[in-house]
Nanobody, 119 residues
Framework: QVQLVESGGGLVQAGGSLRLSCAAS????????MGWFRQAPGKEREFVAR????????YYADFVKGRFTISRDNAKNTVYLQMTSLKPEDTAVYYC????????????WGQGTQVTVSS
């Protein structure tokens, strides 16, 4: 079982930055692909970014390309989402998730952290 705990959310003005962190329990974190998702009020959860187990490859939703950066530190069992040039439409609960089989199926989810961007 893997437990994921997000942190770093908060209230920020448009154009500002935030860095989200997701700390994972367990000794096999480095074997998991990891992802970030978000869910805005009244909307379905959507994919934001993904990183391979080594961190050598990353993937982004079009709406965050050039603004968000996903990274990981396997020594700290932590994945990050650096968010810059934030827009009000980025307001959502952000979740990290683990894909242990690297199949594209995320098996474990965190509880989420709220990001609110004011205009």
């Amino acid at each position: 079982q893997v437990q994921l705990v997000e942190s770093g959310g908060g209230l920020v003005q448009a154009g500002g930055s935030l860095r989200l962190s997701c700390a994972a329990s367990g000794r096999t974190f480095s074997s998991y692909a990891m992802g970030w998702f978000r869910q805005a009020p009244g909307k379905e959860r959507e994919f934001v970014a993904r990183i391979t187990r080594s961190g050598s490859s990353t993937y982004y939703a079009d709406f965050v390309k050039g603004r968000f950066t996903i990274s990981r530190d396997n020594a700290k069992n932590t994945v990050y989402l650096q968010m810059t040039s934030l827009k009000p439409e980025d307001t959502a609960v952000y979740y990290c998730a683990a894909d242990p089989l690297r199949s594209g199926r995320y098996e474990y989810w965190g509880q989420g952290t709220q990001v609110t961007v004011s205009s």
